[in-house]
């Protein structure tokens, strides 16, 4: 157990709607990341946040946004769902920024399927 | 983007045999890692190794970043060492992560 967790684990929806993952990382982490991983797109990283603010992003489109809350906490909203959103998305906390050498601990992913 | 070339793309071993996984990227980098996701799709963080050889069990890796490659060492391999190792490179402004498309392993008792 890594100590991030993710919830939902599975999620099964329709095309055109919104759903919210929700990240919560390891006690005392201050890095959130978000990766999303298809079969035909591998593993692709999203956005990252350190205490609270945006630091870096990466192949996120601009349907998909994410924030990260005083509490840590990080939710990767994704809007006006398609077929090809269908995947599995993960988090990952550190506790410090990308760069210094600070493990990264992921959490199980949410499974996506659209519709 | 950089490019992340790893290979070999899939690799079936005996236990107790030895590999080498080998990751190529196009250009400079700020930082690079090793990830192995088990077939249960957990993603565990192996190394961190901009440069130089770390060791960590029956596992190493060595990257030579003026020429731009990493390669990870697993010896003496066992059937828990299956799944897929990714190599991700780090390359800022905003510290970008870009993933190679992983090498699949099996090991076979």
């Known amino acids: 157990d890594s100590g991030v967790t993710q919830t939902p684990k599975h999620l099964i929806t329709a095309t055109g709607q919104r759903v919210t993952l929700r990240c919560s990382p390891r006690s005392g982490d201050l890095s959130v990341y978000w990766y999303q991983q298809s079969l035909d797109q591998g593993l692709q990283f999203l956005i990252q946040y350190y205490n609270g603010e945006e630091r870096a992003k990466g192949n996120i489109l601009e349907r998909f946004s994410a924030q990260q809350f005083p509490d840590l906490h990080s939710e990767l909203n994704l809007s006006s769902l398609e077929l090809g959103d269908s995947a599995l998305y993960f988090c990952a906390s550190s506790l410090r920024l990308a760069g210094s050498q600070e493990t990264q601990y992921f959490g199980p992913g949410t499974r996506l399927l659209v519709l | 983007g950089i490019q992340v070339e790893q290979s070999p793309p899939d690799l079936i071993l005996q236990e107790g045999a030895n590999s080498t996984l080998r990751c190529n990227f196009s250009d400079s980098v700020n930082n690079l890692q090793w990830f192995h996701q088990n077939p249960w799709g957990q993603l565990i963080n192996l190394f961190y190794?901009?440069?130089g050889t770390k060791q960590n069990g029956r596992l190493s890796a060595t990257t030579v970043a003026t020429e731009r490659y990493s390669l990870l060492y697993i010896s003496s391999s066992q059937t828990t060492d299956s799944g897929v190792y990714f190599c991700a490179v780090e390359r800022g402004p905003g510290n970008q992560f870009y993933f190679g498309t992983g090498t699949s392993l099996t090991v076979i008792p």
């Open positions: 190794i901009p440069s």
